[in-house]
């Protein structure tokens, strides 16, 4: 859903279902705090996690070894 798509839904709504969105979205800022996340903009090439792995010598194939984590886990 776009944002201009939830804003069109938001204002469509009766003032009281309004009133209700906005006390939600209070309640999730104040449990979950400000968003410090810098969005992505497709290019995990020039994220700072990328690579983090790459001069560990106990690992020589960090990809192989995350793949096989992810199916020993979820091929459950």
């Given at each position: 859903m776009?944002?201009?798509?939830?804003?069109?839904?938001?204002?469509?709504?009766?003032?009281?279902?309004?009133r209700?969105?906005?006390?939600?979205?209070?309640f999730?800022?104040?449990?979950?705090?400000?968003?410090n996340?810098?969005?992505l903009?497709?290019?995990?090439?020039?994220e700072?996690f990328?690579?983090?792995?790459?001069?560990?010598?106990?690992?020589?194939?960090?990809?192989?070894?995350?793949?096989?984590?992810?199916?020993?886990?979820?091929?459950?």
């Amino acid at each position: 859903m776009t944002n201009e798509e939830i804003v069109r839904e938001f204002s469509a709504l009766p003032l009281e279902a309004r009133r209700e969105v906005a006390d939600f979205i209070h309640f999730l800022r104040a449990r979950y705090g400000e968003k410090n996340e810098k969005p992505l903009d497709g290019d995990l090439g020039e994220e700072d996690f990328v690579g983090m792995w790459k001069d560990r010598e106990d690992l020589p194939d960090g990809s192989a070894w995350a793949r096989e984590i992810r199916q020993n886990k979820w091929a459950k």
